[in-house]
């Protein structure tokens, strides 16, 4: 299938999600592009939540890990799992009662106004790394298959798909995005089934003959008992993969923005609970597909990528049915969209609330603050930009681990100042929050790096997160005081 077809089909699949825009945003306000005027179905959210949650990092990276950890990537979505059911049930319930836009007010209102800062400027940080370093995944995949090879360089490439993005959401913001998630969450999931389909077929395998095949090769191997110092030891991938999603989820403005923009406490906790359950069984069905990858590169005798991530692109666009490179990229560009346009809107919704105090501004009108807003939306599309092209030098690693490693070290303090607002009564010393929110995560970065030589072979998986999160905790706790302002 040639790469002008598959080029034409890309630009295809943008205008619908601009058709889609247009529908959806017509009438739309302030709010409308905040919170979506809390008037989102929760079904659809939780349907859409799919493909916000799995982006190209799953489609990509978790096939491509297979051949070295096998399903050990399972006993972090058992953690995931956990962890949505602790925000579905403490974190929402608090958000609905105090009836927030944006979630880090209540550390504003719990805690002072530096903490709300605080908690703001890494979510900002912590998001605009991550979800960059997702959208350079399915970039730079693209450019390898499609846009380089019809001629157009990265630069340009990234550009045009960012400000495609930024068109679409420009006005809508959450009331778009829930209804083109739904819409990227079908086309990943359609393209992950297609193409399992495509290889049991050309093995000439039945499903249940291919599933033999991947376990008897020793890819289905899933806990990893054997040393509990490792990083991947169970237990650690366990914890590490709740606290992940309690940051990730219950502590992240892109994830919340879209489960409280639900009209009641009772269908976004409804929504959390079936997007879990769904999502535990998509990320095994990606367990699968990448241990098929493999098992079809061994019996057609193809040489291995060097790097993981590149697995499902090499097999789908060079070695299946010519189908296959249409599917893959209808997956790809699925997996890129919901990557961009959630954070675009968070981080822009974040900006203006919590840095701007876009709400509390009532010499600004509604014209103004529109301006604004869409300036900010254009600035952060920039930022993403400036990004993605260094990441296109620096990033050589599995990019899964590299964002799960950012998480763990921008997401702990976020997780300390919640921690400490809901499970004590103390009053933080605004000053010293900011310095504290710092030094641990470099406490962390320290820890994990001579693990190994001080702890006897001790080696930190993602529970270093919650150890992130306990030494803000701490700090905040030395550096407070017995009284308490009543909300």
Known sequence: MSSELILAFVIGYFLLL?????????GADNESFFIGQRKSNWLIVAYGMIGTSLSGV????????????????????????????????????????????????????????????????????????????????????LQHFLFGAVGIPFSVSVAVILFM???????????????TDMLQTTGMILALIITLVLIHRELGFSFSQLLGAIGAKGYT??????????GTFFIKQIIGGAFITITMTGLDQEMMQKNISVSTLGKSQKNMMLFSVILVLVNLLFLILGGALYVFMEMKGIPYPIKGDETFSTVALQHLPPIAGLIFTVGLVSALFPSADGALTALTSSFCIDILNMKERNDWDEKRRTAIRRTVHVTITILFIILILLYQKLIEASVIWTILKVAAYTYGPLLGLFAFGMFTERKTKERFVPLICLISPALCWILSDHSA???????????????????????????????????
Request: proline share 1%; net charge positive; glycine share 8%.
């Open 58 to 141: 799953t489609f990509m990276s978790v096939p491509g890990e297979v051949n070295v950890k096998h399903f050990a990537y399972m006993q972090v979505v058992i953690g995931y799992f956990i962890g949505y059911a602790i925000v579905a049930f403490v974190l929402l319930p608090l958000y609905y009662r105090l009836n927030l836009t944006s979630i880090y007010s209540y550390l504003k209102d719990r805690l002072g106004n530096t903490s709300y800062k605080t908690g703001a400027a890494f979510f900002l940080l912590s998001r605009t790394l991550g979800a960059s370093i997702r959208i350079y995944l399915v970039l730079i995949v």
């Open 165 to 179: 993005i930024l068109l679409y959401t420009f006005q809508g913001g959450v009331k778009t995005i829930v209804w």
């Open 18 to 26: 601009l058709v889609i825009a247009f529908y959806t945003s017509r």
């Open 221 to 230: 191997e899933t806990f990893q008992t054997a040393d509990w110092r490792s």
């Open 453 to 487: 030589q001080w702890l006897n072979g001790y080696q930190f998986g993602f529970e270093l997160l919650a150890i992130n999160g306990l030494i803000t905790f701490i700090g905040l706790f030395m550096f407070s005081k017995s009284e308490i302002k009543k909300t």
